[in-house]
């Protein structure tokens, strides 16, 4: 069976078509599926009978819950979805603001495993198992969103998605292009782009589709500005070079609402010495972009000390102080195995 969950207004349409339907049915689909979140074709109550049955030999939603759920003492929630034989973790992250206004993002993922294999990464020791589809990158969304409105005091689902849980987005970029079609496109959920985040290592074939094809804030896991140093880590590198990837998002307009970030894991005297600080801000000073200083779970990787919170806003400090805006983010769900770098699908 096919899943209709992933496809486009032009994809609906001609399978209105191929079941003799008009052409404007196809625009049902999409409401059923993107703004009514339907889970069964039987739901479809505007098309026919017959028009449900025909599309029940062929096709399915491609709704699944999630299969398991952890919570942190911290309010973070990672679930588990099954995706046939494998597993995927996702992450809710609510957030209340100084301004008591409710945020909640989710960190979802893109492939089964990671192929990428940053040595801090826990989620790289699970090797490569397979991309995701456009439809199982949107049923996380989906599924979460629906869980995060009965959760928040108001009613309200998701606010902010983020492309950073399991794999390297762009390395599935024809299927995390089509997820973030279907988000953002007013026939389907309408989302503006400028809540949604996508990650990447570096991919450059991947990331110039995403420059070029998508209104998405950027986010790149950078972790060391020095080449030599980055590769040790982050073997992608020595494939794509850093210096190609400054290259590559440099001549892009990221001084507006479009956001440029910048991912960095501290490790003490690995990363966060004067060096490394004064490195960051020729590479990036006269780039429009912010850095996020995360702090580092051991549990991942002993072999990588963690840098304390004295050296962090040090070097927090410094990088603002001359130009490059800097911040240190608040880690979440450490205790559940749900931090930046800890998705192994733990819940198995």
Partial sequence: MTTLLGKNINELQTIAQELGLPKYAGKQLA???????????????????????????????GRHA?????????????????????????????????????????????????????????TGTLGFHGNLSAGEILNQILEIDAIACTLSSDGQGLTNIVYMGEGEPMDNIDEVLRSLNVMTSDWACAWSPRRITVSTVGILPGLQRFLDESECHLAISLHNPFTIERQTIMPADKMYHLSQVIQM?????????????????????????????????????HIPCRVNLIRFHEGV?????????????WFRDYLTQHGLTTTIRRSRGEDILAACGMLVNSLQ
């Fill in 31 to 61: 409401q059923w599926l993107y703004v009514k979140r339907v889970r069964t074709i039987d739901e479809m109550t505007n098309l026919s009978l017959s028009a449900r049955e025909a599309l029940k030999q062929h096709y399915t939603i």
């Fill in 66 to 122: 999630p299969v398991r759920e952890a919570v942190s003492v911290d309010g973070t929630r990672k679930y588990l979805f099954q995706v046939g034989e494998q597993f995927v973790e996702s992450v809710y992250i609510p957030v209340q603001d100084e301004e008591t206004s409710e945020r909640a993002t989710l960190c979802v993922s893109t492939q089964m495993g990671c192929k990428m294999g940053c040595r801090f990464c826990m």
């Fill in 249 to 285: 998002v440099k001549p892009y307009d990221w001084s507006h609402q479009r956001r440029l970030s910048l991912e960095y894991i501290c490790w003490s005297g690995v990363n966060d010495t004067l060096k490394h600080a004064n490195e960051l801000l020729r590479l990036f000073q």
């Fill in 301 to 313: 990787n002993r072999d990588f000390p963690a840098s304390n919170d004295q050296q962090m806003v």
